[in-house]
């Protein structure tokens, strides 16, 4: 069965700090993957989707992630934490065509100390 | 903004009795999803649509029915809620299924007591 796995429910980082969220999946085709960011009481924001071709994607906000097929592995990365990146943050797959409902990881909560 | 909105936002029922939660887009996207989030699961897929009167089963659908006559009304019912009904619903769209990222309302927080 397709999962997501995130690493970690809660990650703790300072303000300037790099910020590392760790998603690997499971797969025996190429998936496409997405990271979603939710802000309290608010619903779910795209930050970056990877579907096919270059395989470091940019996203919104200064973050970036990489698709490693050789690690299963899709990791959200931020050079310097800011205080408003604070959130919840959701790894999620899908294997695309008909059956391709988006299948999420438990998500990992960010704190960001001043 | 993706144009969707969720009706009500906030609402507090008691055991047995019907809620229906509501969600609208202005986007005329195909693809429309009701999920449920709670601490520790994620979000879980109760029932999706594919088009006008086309619904499937998610990962979560029992207890759960759902109805869409109109391309931009997707209707969630919980025929009889239960106390583990208790949740935030959200209502999301896309325009493929599979390769194209989904859109989400901004929740509705449901209490059965």
């Known amino acids: 069965a397709q999962s997501v796995t995130q690493l970690g429910s809660h990650v703790s980082v300072s303000e300037g700090a790099l910020v590392l969220l760790r998603c690997n999946y499971s797969?025996?085709?190429?998936?496409?993957l997405f990271w979603y960011v939710q802000y309290p009481n608010q619903g779910l924001q795209l930050l970056l989707k990877?579907?096919?071709?270059?395989?470091l994607v940019k996203g919104i906000n200064g973050f970036e992630a990489e698709f490693k097929k050789s690690e299963t592995s899709f990791h959200l990365t931020k050079p310097s934490a800011h205080m408003s990146d604070a959130a919840e943050y959701f790894c999620?797959?899908?294997?695309?065509?008909?059956?391709?409902?988006?299948?999420f990881g438990k998500g990992t909560k960010l704190s960001v100390k001043p | 903004d993706a144009g969707i909105t969720q009706s009500p936002r906030h609402k507090v029922t008691e055991t047995g009795t019907p809620v229906t939660l509501r969600c609208h887009q202005t986007?005329?996207?195909?693809?429309m999803y009701w999920y449920r989030q709670d601490p520790g699961h994620g979000l879980r897929l109760i029932h999706y649509?594919?088009?006008?009167?086309?619904?499937d089963k998610g990962e979560v659908s029992d207890g759960y029915s759902v109805s869409r006559s109109k391309t931009e009304d997707f209707l969630l019912t919980l025929e009889s809620a239960t106390s583990s009904q208790t949740s935030v619903y959200f209502c999301?769209?896309?325009?493929?299924?599979?390769?194209?990222?989904?859109?989400f309302g901004p929740g509705t927080r449901l209490t059965v007591l």
């Open positions: 999301a769209i896309s325009g493929f299924q599979g390769r194209d990222e989904q859109f």
């Open positions: 797969s025996s085709v190429p998936p496409y």
């Open positions: 990877y579907t096919t071709g270059a395989t």
């Open positions: 999620a797959t899908n294997y695309g065509g008909s059956q391709g409902n988006l299948i």
């Open positions: 986007e005329n996207h195909r693809y």
């Open positions: 649509s594919y088009g006008v009167k086309d619904t």
